[in-house]
């Protein structure tokens, strides 16, 4: 059974950091490009971030390089830290493993397994 778990969300400050971890168990990590998204209430879900199995990383156009996706693959764990942080990127943060072992896009619809979300706060 596919586990996927976010933790690390909370609140911070504008201009303040946080650093979110996923833990994928169930499947073989290291095969799988991995995601980062974002829902704000009343918007669709918005793709942040991906991750190829060779550590090759797409960012989303809005965030303007404020955001870093990792992998750690001998931990079966995803990063994603998060700079220069604005009111704007509160949101419930979610986690997905994709089909695919490449994401040229952030696309939802690649991703099979989902966490339940962590939410993150930025105040001003």
């Known amino acids: 059974q596919v586990q996927v778990e976010e933790s690390g969300g909370g609140s911070v400050q504008t201009g303040g950091s946080l650093r979110l971890s996923c833990l994928v168990s169930?499947?073989?990590?290291?095969?799988?490009?991995l995601g980062w998204f974002r829902q704000a209430p009343g918007k669709e879900r918005e793709g942040v971030s991906c991750i190829n199995v060779d550590g090759k990383a797409f960012l989303g156009d809005s965030l303007e390089g404020r955001f870093t996706i990792s992998r750690d693959n001998a931990k079966n764990t995803l990063y994603l830290q998060m700079n220069s942080m604005k009111p704007e990127d509160t949101a419930m943060y979610y986690c997905?493993?994709?089909?695919?072992?490449?994401?040229?896009?952030?696309?939802?619809?690649?991703?099979?397994?989902w966490g339940r979300g962590t939410q993150v706060t930025v105040s001003s």
């Open positions: 169930g499947l073989p990590f290291s095969a799988h490009a």
């Open positions: 997905g493993a994709s089909q695919y072992a490449y994401c040229g896009a952030i696309l939802a619809a690649d991703y099979n397994y």
